[in-house]
């Protein structure tokens, strides 16, 4: 564990992990990058495994131009988030989900990855030597941003000889600002049909060429586009930073995860904290229109955690859906989030103190 002597010292030098208080206003977080004071890193050349890294102050690294991330878009991302509870702890939700997830990605993009146990030791080190970052209870959350990526020198298309892995944080509070309208895209695609495609792993190459459908909805008033199955352009699969839920009836249902679809840690723990109170949730295709007839519709993500969303354009046809506190999504945010700070007994040991 980091040393645990305090922030800023008199003489100038800095100390890992310390409580010295820093100056921000919690209410008026975003989601916009906060830096810290450290970020944990760990390297590891091709054919080897991952071991332990170390804590090094917050800030630019040094890469070759040819670095297989830069170049060829090696490289894969996690997010999770650590709160503080009430009665002072400090609680990660489900780090181990995300180890697994970004193996599943590194082994997609032909990269190592470190095991479980290196990755929550990195996510837990990366939390106690910024915890003066952490926003108090209710006020937001600390984002832990684990990044890998082939930093080793290419220039012929081949997976980079060297990689790093790092692990950075933010405070941050709502991804969103204000209610949640959607354009459905009708014209760019996420993600390619099955398997072959990468939209089922969290690849940085997943995320930027969406810019322009974010861009040009953004500029008309929305808040976020959802894409539509490329192969038929007839079913919904998920919005640019989340995963999407319809309610119709006492029914809820998801989009299934086939490889073009995010599975979500959210959209997981959401599936089965609805089951546990009784509803029925189906994981299958959703068309359009169903989507368009639903009662309520929410996204789920550990950015957006659950967000009712308001209406819903597709093409020329805008709806409006439920909101508000007495709605579904309002009910399975506050167990989520109650169970994420403590508040609602972790039935499930989904919460990892650190
Ligand atoms: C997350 O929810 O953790 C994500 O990575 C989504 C990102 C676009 C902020």
Not at 244 to 271: E, W, Y
Not at 277 to 288: C, D, M, T
Request: overall charge neutral; proline content about 5%.
């Amino acid at each position: 564990s980091p040393p645990s002597s305090v922030g800023n010292c008199e003489d100038g030098s800095r100390s890992v992990g310390g409580e010295n208080k820093v100056e921000m206003n919690w209410d008026e977080l975003g989601f916009g990058l906060v830096p810290t004071d450290y970020m944990y890193v760990m390297k590891c050349a091709k054919g080897d495994k991952f071991s332990q890294g170390s804590l090094i102050p917050y800030g630019n690294i040094e890469l070759s131009p040819s670095a297989g991330i830069l170049n060829y878009g090696q490289g894969i991302f996690e997010g999770l988030k650590a709160y503080r509870t009430e009665d002072g702890r400090i609680l990660l939700f489900r780090p181990e989900e995300n180890a697994k997830r970004m193996k599943e990605g590194a082994d997609r993009m032909c990269m190592p990855s470190p095991s479980i146990d290196l990755f929550i030791n990195a996510v837990k080190q990366t939390v106690l030597a910024n915890k003066r970052w952490l926003p108090p209870p209710g006020r937001g959350s600390l984002y832990i941003r684990p990044l890998l990526m082939g930093t080793g020198a290419v220039l012929g298309l081949a997976p980079a000889p060297e990689y790093t892995f790092v692990s950075f944080c933010s405070p941050v509070g709502n991804y969103h600002k204000g209610s949640l309208n959607i354009k459905v895209e009708d014209k760019l695609y996420r993600a390619i049909s099955g398997s072959a495609g990468t939209g089922g792993i969290k690849s940085v190459t997943n995320y930027a060429p969406v810019y322009s459908a974010i861009t040009e909805a953004k500029a008309n008033g929305f808040s976020d586009v959802l894409f539509l199955d490329s192969a038929s352009g007839k079913y919904i699969e998920e919005a640019s930073s989340c995963n999407v839920f319809i309610l119709k009836g006492n029914v809820i249902s998801t989009p299934v995860i086939d490889g073009t679809i995010l599975p979500g840690i959210t959209r997981k723990s959401i599936i089965e904290i609805a089951t546990d109170l009784g509803y029925q949730v189906k994981e299958r295709a959703i068309s359009v229109e169903e989507m368009l007839a639903a009662d309520e519709m929410f996204c789920t993500g550990t950015a957006v955690v659950v967000n009712p969303v308001v209406s819903v354009t597709y093409k020329k046809t805008r709806v409006e859906y439920k909101a508000g506190a007495e709605t579904l999504s309002g009910k399975l945010r506050k167990t989520l989030v109650g169970i994420q700070t403590g508040s609602v007994e972790d039935k499930k040991s989904w919460t990892v103190q650190i």
